[in-house]
């Protein structure tokens, strides 16, 4: 079984995350691993952990601090990763996304072998779209089976559970394919010291657009969205807050009742 | 006026509100073009309700496919009628399903895609609250159709009486759209609560539940609301993963957000601080939540909790 999973560097959720002046996401700021990514490895590493055959490959997209996401990735276990990273693609979209990571895997299969399963997070938790997956399987026309809390992988199958409001469905596709999985999955683990040293040692393969076979366009310069305004948003500030000597509940219901609330 | 193709969301026909929603919001655009994915019976109902809110035709598409397959199948029937009708602009709400059938359907047409939208103008721009709500971006598609996926609760349905004219597509899924077949489902036990991204009142729950959500769902069901939970408590067991708000979670918009016993962490915050209104109760009274509650109450959400719903119940 050979496995991708993509990996995005994220700027920090608990720090400053701001923009700069050309309207892109400040990338320069703390940054780190997105957090649902970790669930993707973790669920490729199960698949092929115990195999000497299989291997997982953690693939990035992003600047020069994209790569720490990758080492994260190799620290956890992922036998190999792959940095993509070139000046025009900052700016990218969703849809310039998704076409750079399906021109890597494409790339990983001619240079290494086919791929059995892409393994992806639910979102980013930077941008938060959750469409990335579904374009990437839509651009190489694989099956692809989202938002799975499970998964159970054949040799032929991949199968998850994919929990909604009222039903969870199960939904199967046949390899190659792609699947997304929640934070429901699995428990990450956090990288061993021997897994630390390990991952010094594991190759990163680094590419940049045209190594792709694709050109600017693939990046800000051909976004299909354009942001035509953007500013802080004014920032909710604090109401009233009183402290309850018994009557709080009534007081509470007594604010919802002066918003027309109840 | 061109059209613009509203996708419908449905149970067995009944048309959510958050549909109705993306009605109020094409009729800005254009003239509002309702895509049905169901049986012919079942569009035969919706339009009825959609006609009301403004939509022109229903375009009901029936292929069994669509109830069999994940996805692909829907994002190729968005996709042939958007090369079919040229429409102005296509809309979708931002749920699980039907933000990826857009996201397909847009590559398939060489479109952009905005998420997440809280407000739609008439030239096809949309506005999006990001990183936890502390911007907001107005994008524009700028080449193919602009798809755009927007968040229930952003705006209020809007009655206009319009035709509602049913026609039947014959579009078929081509068997490339026939690979993630659904193989089994389980359904859940009805809450008799309303959905949590759609419900105009949440009440949420966190670790200061100590894992009893008696209070916080008696209340909710005072206020005919829905029950969230924080990410610690649904960490912790004492709630389904399907009720979590916040980053890794569900987000949630509604008329009146009620945190109890949340703290109101920053990946909590992504999910929730969209609301109109916000509500905390917190033992803590330096609780980052009371930053950006409208109203707060320090105390003990199980003396506080119980009163007030006592209190709503006492109005009714």
Same mark, same amino acid.
């Given at each position: 079984?050979?496995?991708?999973?993509?990996?995005?560097?994220?700027?920090? @959720?608990?720090?400053?995350?701001?923009?700069?002046?050309?309207?892109?996401?400040?990338?320069?700021?703390?940054?780190?691993l *997105?957090?649902?990514?970790e669930?993707?490895i973790e669920?490729?590493l199960n698949?092929t952990d115990k195999?000497?055959?299989?291997?997982t =490959?953690?693939?990035?997209?992003?600047?020069?601090?994209?790569?720490?996401?990758?080492r994260k990735a190799l620290q956890m276990g992922a036998d190999?990763?792959?940095?993509?990273?070139?000046?025009?693609?900052?700016?990218?979209?969703?849809?310039?996304?998704?076409?750079?990571?399906?021109?890597? &895997?494409?790339?990983?299969?001619?240079?290494?072998?086919?791929?059995?399963?892409?393994?992806?997070?639910?979102?980013?938790?930077?941008?938060?779209?959750?469409?990335?997956?579904?374009?990437?399987?839509?651009? +190489?026309?694989?099956?692809?089976?989202?938002?799975? *809390?499970?998964?159970?992988?054949?040799?032929?199958?991949?199968?998850?559970?994919?929990?909604?409001?009222?039903? /969870?469905?199960?939904?199967?596709?046949?390899?190659? #394919?792609?699947?997304?999985?929640?934070?429901?999955?699995n428990e990450p683990r956090y990288p061993s010291f021997k897994g630390i040293m390990k991952a010094k040692k594991k190759?990163?393969?680094?590419?940049?657009?045209?190594?792709?076979?694709?050109?600017?366009?693939?990046?800000?310069?051909?976004? +299909?969205?354009?942001?035509?305004?953007?500013?802080?948003?004014?920032?909710?500030?604090?109401?009233?807050?009183?402290?309850?000597?018994?009557?709080?509940?009534?007081?509470?219901?007594?604010?919802?009742?002066?918003?027309?609330?109840? | 006026? /061109?059209?613009?193709?509203?996708?419908?969301?449905? @149970?067995?026909?009944?048309?959510?509100? %958050?549909? +109705? $929603?993306?009605?109020?919001?094409?009729?800005?655009?254009?003239?509002?073009?309702?895509?049905?994915?169901?049986?012919?019976?079942?569009?035969?109902?919706?339009?009825?309700?959609?006609?009301?809110?403004?939509?022109?035709?229903?375009?009901?598409?029936?292929?069994?496919?669509?109830?069999?397959?994940? &996805?692909? @199948?829907?994002?190729?029937?968005?996709?042939?009628?958007?090369?079919?009708?040229?429409?102005?602009? !296509?809309? !979708?709400?931002?749920?699980?399903?039907?933000?990826?059938?857009?996201?397909?359907?847009?590559?398939?047409?060489?479109?952009?895609?905005?998420?997440?939208?809280?407000?739609?103008?008439?030239?096809?721009?949309?506005?999006?609250?990001?990183?936890?709500?502390?911007?907001?971006?107005? %994008?524009?598609?700028?080449?193919?159709?602009?798809?755009?996926?927007?968040?229930?609760?952003?705006?209020?349905?809007?009655?206009?009486?319009?035709?509602?004219?049913?026609?039947?597509?014959?579009?078929?899924?081509?068997?490339? #759209?026939?690979? #993630?077949?659904?193989?089994?489902?389980?359904?859940?036990?009805?809450?008799?609560?309303?959905?949590?991204?759609?419900?105009? =009142?949440?009440?949420?729950?966190?670790?200061?539940?100590?894992?009893?959500?008696?209070?916080?769902?008696?209340?909710?069901?005072?206020?005919?609301?829905?029950?969230?939970? %924080?990410?610690?408590?649904?960490?912790?067991?004492?709630?389904?993963?399907?009720?979590?708000?916040?980053?890794?979670?569900?987000?949630? /918009?509604?008329?009146?957000?009620?945190?109890?016993?949340?703290?109101?962490?920053?990946?909590?915050?992504?999910?929730?601080?969209?609301?109109?209104?916000?509500?905390? =109760?917190?033992?803590?009274?330096? @609780?980052?939540?009371? $930053?950006?509650?409208?109203?707060? !109450?320090?105390?003990?959400?199980?003396?506080?909790?119980?009163?007030?719903?006592?209190?709503?119940?006492?109005?009714?």
């Amino acid at each position: 079984m050979r496995i991708v999973t993509f990996v995005k560097y994220v700027p920090d @959720a608990a720090g400053d995350r701001s923009f700069e002046s050309d309207n892109t996401v400040d990338r320069e700021t703390d940054g780190l691993l *997105s957090e649902l990514d970790e669930y993707a490895i973790e669920e490729a590493l199960n698949l092929t952990d115990k195999d000497k055959g299989s291997e997982t =490959i953690a693939v990035t997209v992003g600047p020069d601090d994209a790569k720490d996401a990758v080492r994260k990735a190799l620290q956890m276990g992922a036998d190999k990763g792959v940095h993509v990273n070139d000046d025009a693609i900052s700016g990218a979209d969703a849809v310039g996304t998704a076409k750079i990571l399906a021109a890597t &895997v494409k790339k990983v299969e001619e240079d290494e072998g086919p791929i059995d399963l892409i393994i992806t997070g639910l979102a980013s938790t930077d941008g938060q779209m959750s469409v990335v997956p579904a374009m990437v399987a839509e651009l +190489l026309g694989r099956p692809a089976a989202t938002q799975g *809390s499970s998964l159970e992988v054949t040799d032929t199958t991949a199968t998850i559970r994919r929990d909604g409001d009222t039903a /969870s469905q199960y939904v199967e596709v046949a390899l190659p #394919a792609l699947v997304s999985v929640t934070d429901q999955i699995n428990e990450p683990r956090y990288p061993s010291f021997k897994g630390i040293m390990k991952a010094k040692k594991k190759p990163v393969a680094q590419y940049d657009l045209g190594d792709l076979g694709l050109d600017a366009s693939a990046g800000g310069a051909g976004a +299909l969205t354009q942001i035509i305004e953007l500013a802080p948003a004014p920032g909710r500030t604090a109401g009233e807050v009183v402290t309850d000597e018994g009557d709080g509940g009534q007081k509470l219901v007594d604010w919802l009742a002066s918003k027309k609330l109840v | 006026m /061109s059209e613009v193709l509203v996708l419908v969301d449905h @149970a067995d026909g009944k048309v959510r509100k %958050s549909t +109705l $929603e993306l009605l109020a919001f094409a009729r800005r655009i254009g003239t509002p073009v309702a895509v049905f994915v169901g049986d012919a019976a079942a569009g035969e109902a919706a339009a009825t309700t959609l006609g009301e809110h403004g939509a022109e035709k229903v375009l009901v598409a029936s292929d069994p496919a669509y109830g069999e397959y994940l &996805v692909a @199948a829907h994002a190729e029937l968005l996709a042939a009628l958007v090369q079919e009708r040229q429409p102005a602009a !296509v809309i !979708v709400t931002a749920g699980a399903e039907d933000r990826e059938v857009a996201a397909r359907a847009a590559i398939k047409t060489g479109s952009g895609i905005i998420t997440d939208a809280v407000d739609v103008a008439a030239d096809g721009s949309a506005s999006q609250q990001v990183f936890a709500a502390s911007y907001n971006v107005t %994008s524009k598609v700028a080449q193919g159709v602009p798809f755009i996926a927007v968040k229930p609760n952003s705006t209020a349905p809007e009655p206009a009486a319009a035709a509602g004219t049913v026609e039947a597509v014959s579009f078929a899924p081509t068997d490339a #759209a026939k690979t #993630a077949r659904i193989v089994k489902v389980e359904e859940k036990a009805a809450s008799g609560r309303p959905n949590l991204t759609e419900a105009a =009142i949440v009440v949420s729950g966190g670790r200061g539940t100590g894992g009893d959500f008696a209070a916080v769902e008696a209340l909710a069901d005072s206020l005919g609301a829905a029950v969230g939970a %924080s990410r610690a408590a649904v960490d912790a067991g004492w709630y389904p993963h399907s009720h979590q708000v916040g980053q890794t979670g569900k987000a949630v /918009s509604p008329q009146l957000y009620v945190a109890a016993g949340i703290s109101g962490a920053i990946q909590h915050r992504a999910g929730m601080q969209t609301s109109k209104n916000i509500v905390a =109760i917190n033992k803590d009274d330096e @609780a980052p939540i009371f $930053e950006l509650a409208d109203f707060g !109450v320090v105390g003990d959400l199980f003396q506080v909790l119980p009163q007030a719903t006592d209190a709503v119940n006492a109005r009714k």
